[in-house]
């Protein structure tokens, strides 16, 4: 029975292994940020609203709590974005502001 357990135990860990977001789609990403988010970080930060990520006491320090920001901001804001979609964000914030592990 232990021959097995160790086998099991690496195949679940991979998961963790792989990049954030790495089934979204930061082409996609981009486009739904522009649609959807752009708007709401101007009013807050002003310029591109860029600032939201890039301040220096910016709250996302790992890949999950940028899918949990994703998926609060989504739904405060009724944007109505599929699992997909919030993927798909993910990757393209990841790649162009945080680069998270």
């Known amino acids: 029975m232990r021959k097995f357990v160790t086998p099991i135990l690496i195949l679940a860990a ?4 792989a ?6 789609n930061a082409a996609k990403g981009k486009t739904l940020y522009t649609k959807q988010c752009a ?5 807050m ?3 591109d609203g ?13 890949s999950s709590a940028l899918a949990q920001q ?3 901001c ?3 804001l009724g944007n109505k974005l599929f699992p997909e979609d919030e993927a798909d964000l993910g990757a393209y914030l990841n790649k ?4 998270l592990k």
């Open 50 to 62: 860029s600032e939201i990520f890039t301040r220096p006491n910016h709250r996302i320090k790992t």
């Open 70 to 72: 994703i998926t609060t």
């Open 74 to 76: 989504n739904a405060n």
């Open 45 to 47: 930060f002003g310029n």
């Open 19 to 24: 990049a954030p977001f790495a089934d979204g």
């Open 14 to 17: 991979i998961p963790a292994l």
């Open 96 to 99: 162009q502001y945080y680069k």
């Open 39 to 43: 708007g709401c970080h101007v009013s």
